[in-house]
């Protein structure tokens, strides 16, 4: 495959940017080179997006028709699983499993919100006079969408489906790590009769291309997922635009055990909270609580299964943990488990890298749990984005909420016990947009997700995920033969 063109307004091109080497996470070799932007190629993508959206072909389209294109590009997709799975697996090192279900999941995001698109209906609104009230949806117009490394198909459709269903046009910029699978789903969408200037993939620097699309000033909305410093600088720039944003940020996820949990259910669904994707993930259950009363018999058994957990290239089917995006990421990540070791933190397992030659060139990093710290302690504010756990025990109901709660995150959190009614008034008083009771992780394309605090600000997701991109206009239909009084 040729991925050293970029996709502006409908046409493949040489990017201003130059090429960039992709590099395979697994053995640190070359993948392919890619091509990136420059911020001429995002002024051309905005104008071409412009054009498209006032295009009578597209702004006239009706509803089931635009559905039908999003139809065919899931199914293209779902049709082209197994490139997309072997080319994310090289691109990001994640395991042949994860990356067909991110991809698979991609494939029902077109499809939902295809949907979503013929069963939404306008509204008429309760007339206060003689007229006839209409509340009316309209497109934004461009759309900039900046995605981060850790999903890479699955967090990119999730912005370009409900984009276009809602009638706009979309210039995506992947995130540098990963870009290669979102210049792949360029060529797919392309395929399927998606108007000419509706879809731009712009690879580059987040402080150039990225703040590029932001500024611009034809974009009229930021969908964004990255981190929270990231976030929060768009956000300003988007304040000085007055310019809608919505922001999915990291997380520092409570899980919390409640001593009548059922042990082997929970610990299965703690490992797969934190080590699953190799704790790359903004929802990874990274801080653990244990009632006091199973803290000395629930942890070592906890230890036991982590150390068992299969470590190995995402093209192994056996691997569980694969390796980290990159090895500046995986030593990151080892520098946050050194800084809590010095701090005082106590190794429970894992703590480095693991030893082989199948290892030596990747960018692993074996699951890792510490224990012997607060709550207040840095390993447990700050997000790692890395396999790392801490297990910290609590007393009563009123502490583990105080400690749960006391983080600027609020993205997700876990529960694990056998009473219902006592597991749904903790959910009740959690700070967080989600909460999974005795299972974790799971998703749900219909269930709006995002963030609390600095986790983010709007939702993805959901029927109403189509109107998140779209601006409310009010029509009001005089009925009256005769003229208005006061005239
Ligand atoms: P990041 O913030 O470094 O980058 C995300 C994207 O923003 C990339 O495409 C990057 O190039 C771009 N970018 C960087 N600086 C920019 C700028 N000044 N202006 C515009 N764009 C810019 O994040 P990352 O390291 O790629 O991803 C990891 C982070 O993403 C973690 O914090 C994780 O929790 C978060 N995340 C959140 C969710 C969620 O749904 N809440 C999902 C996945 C990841």
């Known amino acids: 495959m040729d991925f050293t063109k970029i996709f502006v307004g409908g046409d493949w091109r040489t990017g201003r940017g130059g090429l960039v080497d992709s590099i395979n996470p697994a053995d640190g070799r070359v993948v392919t080179r890619y091509g990136t932007a420059g911020v001429d190629d995002v002024k051309d993508a905005v104008a071409a997006g412009q054009r498209a959206v006032a295009d009578p072909e597209w702004r006239a389209m009706l509803p089931h028709q635009r559905a039908r294109i999003l139809t065919r590009i899931g199914d293209a997709i ?13 691109d990001t090192g994640k395991s042949r499993a994860e990356t067909r279900a991110l991809a698979l999941s991609a494939a029902s995001t077109f499809r939902y ?12 609104t309760s007339p206060r006079g003689r007229y ?25 459709a999730q912005k370009i489906a409900p984009a276009l269903a809602a009638g706009n046009a979309v210039v995506l ?18 395929a399927q009769g998606l108007p000419k200037g ?19 000033p034809g974009v009229g909305k930021i969908l964004f997922t990255g981190g929270t410093a990231t976030g929060r600088r768009i956000a300003a720039a988007a304040a000085e635009k007055l310019m809608p944003v919505s922001l999915e940020l990291g997380g520092k996820s409570p899980t919390i055990v409640l001593p009548d949990a059922d042990i082997d259910q929970a610990i299965a669904g703690i490992l797969f909270g934190i080590f699953s994707s190799s704790g790359q993930s903004c929802i990874a259950g990274s801080r653990l609580f244990v009632a006091r009363s199973l803290y000395d018999a629930f942890v070592p058994r906890l230890v036991e299964r982590t150390k068992a957990l299969r470590v190995g290239p995402g093209t192994a089917p056996d691997t569980q943990v694969a390796p980290l995006v990159s090895t500046l990421h995986r030593d990151t990540v080892a520098d946050f488990v050194e800084r809590a070791l010095a701090d005082g933190a106590t190794l429970l397992c894992g703590g480095g890298r693991p030893e082989g030659a199948l290892y030596d060139n990747g960018a692993y990093y074996l699951p890792t749990i510490l ?10 504010r700050e997000e790692v984005f890395g396999p790392v756990l801490v297990v910290m025990p609590f007393d009563d109901e009123a502490d583990l909420i105080a400690q749960a709660n006391d983080s600027v995150y609020g993205l997700a959190a ?4 056998q009473n219902f009614p006592r597991a749904y008034a ?24 995002g963030g609390w605090k600095d986790s983010g600000l709007g939702r993805e997701k959901g029927r109403d995920g189509i109107r998140a991109h779209m601006q409310q206009k009010s029509v009001y239909v005089g009925l009256d033969p005769s003229p208005l009084p006061w005239a």
């Open 78 to 90: 779902e049709a082209d699983v197994d490139t997309i799975s072997v080319l994310q697996t090289a």
């Open 113 to 124: 919100f295809a949907a979503a698109l013929e069963t939404m209906d306008e509204s008429l």
């Open 132 to 156: 006839l009230t209409l509340s009316l949806h309209e497109p934004i117009g461009v759309i900039g969408a900046i995605t981060p490394w850790n999903s890479p198909i699955a967090s990119d």
């Open 173 to 190: 910029k992947p995130a540098e790590w990963t870009s290669l699978v979102s210049l792949h789903l360029a060529g797919i969408i392309a």
């Open 198 to 216: 509706l879809l731009s993939v712009l690879p580059g620097p987040g402080r150039i291309i990225g703040e590029a699309i932001v500024r611009h």
């Open 371 to 380: 224990a012997g710290v607060t709550n207040d302690a840095a390993i447990c």
């Open 414 to 417: 876990g529960i694990w016990t």
């Open 426 to 449: 903790l959910a009740r008083q959690l700070e967080v947009g989600t909460v999974w009771i005795n299972t974790y992780k799971q998703f749900s394309i219909s269930t709006p997700f």
